[in-house]
């Protein structure tokens, strides 16, 4: 148990000590404080990657906030604090504790003794069966710096994955209570103050003009100077507060909605419009301008109601009987509108997201358009697609005029008819209570009920609404995520032996299987090209090999681990994928290389770049790395975006590289370019290469060659040339004018021999 001054308390006892210990001297105190992170996260069943963690600039160490960032959002919740020891000692219930230490390095605190005012450490880098030892506060002081990192499971993984839907956004709306308490209580405060006003009106009315009594109205109207001075205070407090919710709430359903469409598999990506994915999820927004306005308007105007109505009542119950009568005939007007409304709403959102999608193929595919000159024709559906937009828009607000003018009369009698009642009452029974005061006070207040109830009429028709809006947004957001295989699974290190056992595929909704019973492997640092016509099922191999697809039956493992027990994150990463078309973001070459990956430095995006091939053209550039790539990357050559492509995959030096037809859209000076640097790249890793063009296989390892989905043969270029039919007809296919200028060659060498001499 001794200890060097400020050296970390060390775990562990004998052999594995000494391991444990001389592990330690290796390792630095910042990768000690990372691993200790790790063992906390693991011990909740949650394996971290390394790769995510993202430094501030300057830090030696991550700092206890730096690692919380880390954890949050993988599954984990987790906070950094500074702790006394006393409140140390009180965490025994807890899991693992990280312990942030002096040197930059971290404990690990898997228990407490508060009886015997001691801590337990675990080896950070040990097994979690590993002894832990008993620390007391005077030797854990020397070490700790005060800081630790609580972590715990994200207790409501749903909570994170949750389904778009009504019991959702309840939640979410519970979960700020506080602010919706201090909101009801300011309008509250503000309907109370509301009604003084009106009743000192009514005391003006009666008393000071009756009376001829200037005291009495001078001392009203201080009061009521009082009285504004503070509606107007906690006006500007509840109109802060409800922005501040509003706001909350948005940025609540903006995070999670983005997540959900993040957490969805790219097949089902594949399967939808991306205009309407777009449009669906929009519809959120509608639910979201529902929930900050209308249903909180409402739900404070309640509040006026409940203050204002009892007051009404007792200046006379005759005229507030009257009004909310009105007022709720006015609620049942709305209410019996709404199924046809419905309805026709309805439509309406369905034509609006059949023209968003127009739009948005429009824009994407606007090279086809220009190029095809479809203009004329995209503008006649455009048209069609409008006319069925105004059709039912028109409808819709047809509709809605209907209520809205019916309404009307009540409305007028609510406000107008009532007062003219409440005066014939006055004047024909003056031992009714109803006196002039009252007239005026009931002027002052009797719309206020009205528009509460109406509000609440709306508020039912709005939730059918929302309620359509809910469902378009959940028709995209609600489908299965992958988030359990992102966040769950073996992270094995990889090295590149592939092996497909028997592998049978079809893809959903398909009728014939894409793959039928492939079975071959390669080992590690193959450079393995795959073959065969259009539709043979190339590509469909890159597929489940980056766990696109993961339905397929028989065994597909990587290093003898089958595919689908790893980490889909940790899978992805270790590969580099190179396709045809390589969507570059907008923004500088270096953050495209980088693609905003945590932890790379500028001296990784060169390598990187050097790599591809691209240092070079990058270097020519006015702004270097800086330079800017527009959207579309319209700036640069469509060679040299596969470089940047390259660059991009080759950055984490992936031991395992997919190329689907990466050099097919090249020219021949591009494509020769690029094939003479991917030659560089394939020394130590894996390749699998799809390629229409066989003359770039030809110095692969091995070649696959596919039909309709069944393995025809594999084996390197002469191999095939010798045995495999198929690969033969697509080289002959391929090189005939290569081989008929040979052919011509050799003739004309030929009848050159037969000249006689001399001639
Ligand atoms: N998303 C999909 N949904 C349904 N069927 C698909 C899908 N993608 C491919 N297929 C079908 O699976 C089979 C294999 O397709 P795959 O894309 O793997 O072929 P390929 O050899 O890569 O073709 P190409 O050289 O034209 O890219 C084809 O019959 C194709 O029609």
């Not at 030892?133 to 005060?146: K, M, N, S, Y």
Request: charged share 20%.
């Amino acid at each position: 148990m001794d200890q060097p001054k400020n050296t970390p308390p060390q775990a562990g006892s004998g052999n594995a000590k000494d391991e444990a210990q001389s592990t330690h001297a290796r390792l630095s105190p910042m990768m000690i404080r990372i691993r200790a992170t790790m063992a906390a996260a693991k011990h909740h069943g949650i394996d971290l990657d390394m790769r995510d963690l993202a430094t501030e600039p300057g830090e030696d160490s991550p700092s206890p906030a730096t690692l919380a960032r880390w954890l949050n959002g993988q599954g984990l919740v987790a906070k950094g604090m500074r702790l006394k020891w006393r409140y140390l000692i009180r965490l025994y219930n807890s899991p693992p504790v990280v312990l942030m230490f002096k040197d930059g390095s971290a404990g690990l605190m898997v228990g407490v003794n508060p009886q015997k005012r001691v801590v337990f450490l675990r080896d950070p880098l040990g097994k979690e069966t590993d002894q832990p030892v008993a620390v007391d506060e005077f030797r854990l002081r020397q070490a700790w710096t005060g800081d630790v990192l609580l972590v715990k499971r994200n207790r409501n993984l749903s909570e994170a994955d949750a389904k778009i839907n009504f019991a959702w956004l309840f939640k979410m709306v519970l979960r700020e209570r506080a602010s919706l308490r201090d909101i009801a209580i300011a309008s509250m405060v503000i309907s109370v103050l509301q009604i003084f006003p009106a009743f000192i009106v009514m005391q003006v009315v009666n008393r000071v003009i009756a009376f001829h009594s200037t005291a009495t109205l001078i001392s009203i109207t201080g009061l009521l100077i009082v009285l504004c001075f503070y509606e107007v205070l906690i006006s500007y407090a509840r109109r802060e507060l409800t922005a501040v919710l509003a706001n909350r709430l948005d940025a609540r359903i903006s995070i999670h909605t983005y997540n959900r469409l993040l957490s969805l598999p790219l097949e089902f990506f594949e399967r939808q419009q991306a205009g309407r994915i777009v449009g669906k999820v929009s519809q959120i927004y509608q639910v979201r301008d529902f929930i900050t306005g209308r249903l909180l308007s409402t739900f404070l105007d309640l509040f006026t109601l409940v203050v204002i109505l009892p007051f009404l009542f007792y200046i006379s119950a005759t005229l507030a009987w009257m009004t909310v009568a009105a007022a709720g005939a006015i609620g049942l007007l709305v209410v019996a509108f709404m199924p046809p409304l419905m309805k026709l709403y309805n439509k309406r959102i369905e034509a609006e997201m059949t023209r968003g999608s127009m739009m948005y193929e429009t824009v994407a595919g606007i090279r086809t358009v220009k190029t095809l000159a479809l203009e004329p024709a995209r503008r006649q559906e455009w048209d069609e697609v409008i006319a069925e937009v105004s059709k039912w828009r028109l409808s819709t607000s047809r509709m809605q005029n209907w209520p809205e003018t019916l309404v009307m009369p009540l409305d007028f009698f609510i406000n107008r008819g009532v007062i003219l009642i409440g005066a014939f009452i006055a004047i024909s029974d003056p031992t009714s209570g109803v006196d002039a005061g009252s007239v005026v006070a009931f002027m002052m207040l009797g719309g206020r009920v009205a528009a509460p109830l109406v509000g609440l009429a709306k508020l039912m028709s709005s939730m059918l609404e929302v309620q359509t809006s809910l469902g378009q947004a959940g028709e995209i957001l609600n489908n299965p995520t992958e988030t359990k295989e992102l966040t769950t699974g073996l992270r094995p290190k990889i090295i590149g032996a592939l092996s497909f056992e028997g592998v049978n595929f079809t893809y959903p909704g398909g009728s014939n299987r894409a793959l039928k019973d492939l079975t071959f492997s390669i080992p590690a640092g193959t450079m393995l090209g795959l073959v065969g016509r259009s539709g043979s099922g190339k590509s469909t191999i890159t597929r489940l090999l980056q766990g696109v697809s993961r339905n397929y039956t028989g065994f597909l493992r990587l290093d003898g681990v089958d595919l689908r027990e790893i980490n889909l994150t940790h899978l992805r990463r270790s590969f580099g994928v190179v396709l045809q078309d390589n969507f570059l973001f907008r923004g500088t070459i270096r953050d495209n290389i980088t693609a905003g990956r945590p932890g790379l430095t500028m001296d990784d995006v060169i390598r990187a770049a050097r790599l591809a091939g691209a240092e070079e053209f990058i270097e020519r550039m006015p702004a270097g790395y800086d330079t800017f790539i527009e959207e579309g990357s319209t700036n640069i050559s469509g060679g040299q975006r596969q470089r940047l492509a390259i660059a991009r995959a080759v950055i984490l030096d992936p031991k395992f590289m997919i190329l689907d037809e990466a050099t097919s859209a090249l020219d021949p000076e591009s494509e020769a370019l690029v094939n003479a640097n991917l030659e560089r790249i394939a020394k130590g890793r894996t390749m699998v290469i799809v390629s229409h063009r066989l003359s770039s296989l030809v110095n692969c390892d091995k070649i696959l060659v596919l039909d309709q989905g069944v393995m025809q043969s594999i084996g390197n270029h002469e191999e095939l040339l010798e045995n495999c039919e198929i690969y033969r007809t697509l080289w002959l296919q391929q090189n005939r004018h290569t081989q008929a200028r040979e052919q011509a060659k050799k003739d004309n060498s030929a009848d050159d021999s037969l000249v006689p001499e001399g001639a």
